[in-house]
T-cell receptor
Framework: KQEVTQIPAALSVPEGENLVLNCSFT??????LQWFRQDPGKGLTSLLL?????REQTSGRLNASLDKSSGRSTLYIAASQPGDSATYLC????????????FGGGTRVLVKP | DGGITQSPKYLFRKEGQNVTLSCEQN?????MYWYRQDPGQGLRLIYY???????QKGDIAEGYSVSREKKESFPLTVTSAQKNPTAFYLC??????????FGSGTRLTVV
């Protein structure tokens, strides 16, 4: 059974510092990996989608890498801002029946002004 | 704008009552999903449907029921058999092996 782990569970940084969020998964038989942002009481907003054949994806200040063989992905957020404060979730789409999405527990980020 | 609409945003249920959460999408996605989110437990899959008139149980289906009569709609009923229904419920959709799109969620509280 696929397991997804995100470490650390919480992170606090001063404004301007780069953020590094880690995600690991146990089964490399995935179609893709997706990073989401969730604000308190809100739904999930998709940030980046990396297909299994890709090594990284970039959008603005966000960059996500994928190393499928080692079961790891890293989300980098450059020059953090207080508006980046949220919970970040990674999820992998497994190749098992149903192509279901398996989520990590999330990393709660606080960027202090 | 294409997207997923969940309603209502807040829902209150009395003991022994069935309630239905609505999920509608205009993305022309084939697959739809229901997740439950509890503090400290992450997202858990309740039910999913890959095509109209077909759906499968997820990891925590007991006490819930769904239907998929139209491609655009995937309502979730929380029955009286669900003993701890207070949670945040999220609906999602996807196409083929692409990424998921999520709705804004429904917060259900037992009163």
């Amino acid at each position: 059974k696929q397991e997804v782990t995100q470490i650390p569970a919480a992170l606090s940084v001063p404004e301007g510092e780069n953020l590094v969020l880690n995600c690991s998964f146990t089964d490399s038989a995935i179609y893709n990996l997706q990073w989401f942002r969730q604000d308190p009481g809100k739904g999930l907003t998709s940030l980046l989608l990396i297909q299994s054949s890709q090594r990284e994806q970039t959008s603005g200040r966000l960059n996500a890498s994928l190393d499928k063989s080692s079961g790891r992905s890293t989300l980098y957020i450059a020059a953090s801002q207080p508006g980046d404060s949220a919970t970040y979730l990674c999820a992998v789409r497994v190749k098992a029946a149903g192509n279901k999405l398996t989520f990590g527990g999330g990393t709660r980020v606080l960027v202090k002004p | 704008d294409g997207g997923i609409t969940q309603s209502p945003k807040y829902l209150f249920r009395k003991e022994g009552q069935n309630v239905t959460l609505s999920c509608e999408q205009n993305l022309n996605h084939d697959a739809m999903y229901w997740y439950r989110q509890d503090p400290g437990q992450g997202l858990r899959l309740i039910y999913y449907s890959q095509i109209v008139n077909d759906f499968q149980k997820g990891d925590i289906a007991e006490g819930y029921s769904v239907s998929r009569e139209k491609k655009e709609s995937f309502p979730l009923t929380v029955t009286s058999a669900q003993k701890n229904p207070t949670a945040f419920y999220l609906c999602a959709s996807s196409i083929s092996r692409d990424g998921y799109t999520f709705g804004s969620g429904t917060r259900l509280t037992v009163v």
